[in-house]
């Protein structure tokens, strides 16, 4: 199977000489694998008919970018076949599918809260250190209370400092 895997994506067949698609050399590894469409979607969670569309190279019914390339690394994953030389195939058919990174000069100087900044609901993630704060200082504020009334006994007044707040 690796043999038929390595005459696909060789150089030769990457330099024109036998040009395959992306689409066509994944169709053809799934072929001689005896897997249909339905069974890959299955193991890879990528419906059969997107699938079909990449198999086709009908890039327009696929996302670009970085989904696509996710696509194509999965599914060649899954066919046991080389990923780095499929994704050339697949910049070259596309244009580049690498993620772009943001330059920080371009954000000026006001920090942009990314994704990893946000807590599962969405919103930013020093809101929890607020209400753990506001918390920490309502149990302070009761904890005083508490011991200026007297209600705390003496032997949990360990420090002199704490003892000092009876009246």
Not at 83 to 99: F, M
Request: charged share 25%; hydrophobic share 40%.
């Amino acid at each position: 199977m690796s043999d038929l895997s390595d005459d696909l994506l060789s150089p030769a067949a990457a330099s024109g000489s036998e040009s395959l698609s992306v689409g066509e050399t994944l169709k053809r590894l799934r072929e001689t694998r005896g897997l249909t469409l339905p069974e890959v979607s299955a193991r890879i969670k990528y419906s059969a008919v997107q699938l079909g569309y990449l198999e086709s190279c009908d890039w327009s019914r696929l996302p670009e970018g970085v989904p696509l390339r996710g696509l194509v690394r999965n599914y060649t994953r899954f066919l046991g076949a080389d990923t780095d030389a499929l994704l050339r195939l697949l910049d070259q058919a596309v244009g580049s599918t690498r993620p772009t990174p943001v330059a920080s000069s371009s954000l000026g100087t006001r920090r942009v809260v990314q994704q990893s900044d946000k807590n599962a609901r969405g919103e930013p993630a020093h809101r929890t250190w607020a209400w753990l704060l506001l918390l920490l200082v309502l149990f302070a504020v009761a904890g005083v209370y508490a011991i200026n009334r007297g209600w705390v006994p003496d032997e949990w007044l360990i420090f002199d400092w704490l003892k000092a707040l009876r009246p």
